[in-house]
């Protein structure tokens, strides 16, 4: 069974930085596409950044230049770099896995969510 366990959320202040982690197991997580979302109280989900299997990155406008998305095929492993954060980052963030499997479709499982609160 898929799983997708984030954690490293929290409270920082603002010009803060704090590493988001998310482990998935029950997925061949090499082929996976991997992503960062995040929502924030009244909003709507809306993508943060997005790792492909091959290793391509993909941010959202408001994040470019501060975070950065990385992965450890080794460790089953997706992570968020995030720098020089500020009020408007905080929300709850989920990790995503999607895997195109051909004549079948799309495999999509998300995380439980990290709440991280930037905030003086």
């Known amino acids: 069974q898929a799983q997708l366990v984030e954690s490293g959320g929290g409270l920082v202040q603002p010009g803060g930085s704090l590493r988001l982690s998310c482990a998935a197991s029950?997925?061949?997580?090499?082929?996976?596409?991997m992503g960062w979302y995040r929502q924030a109280p009244g909003k709507q989900r809306e993508l943060v950044a997005t790792?492909?299997?091959?290793?391509?990155?993909n941010y959202a406008d408001s994040v470019k230049g501060r975070f950065i998305i990385s992965r450890d095929n080794a460790k089953n492993t997706v992570y968020l770099h995030m720098n020089s954060l500020n009020s408007e980052d905080t929300a709850v963030y989920y990790c995503?896995?999607?895997?195109?499997?051909?004549?079948?479709?799309?495999?999509?499982?998300w995380g439980q969510g990290t709440q991280v609160t930037v905030s003086s």
């Open positions: 790792i492909t299997s091959g290793g391509s990155t």
């Open positions: 995503n896995s999607k895997r195109l499997r051909a004549g079948v479709g799309i495999y999509e499982y």
């Open positions: 029950g997925i061949t997580f090499r082929l996976n596409d």
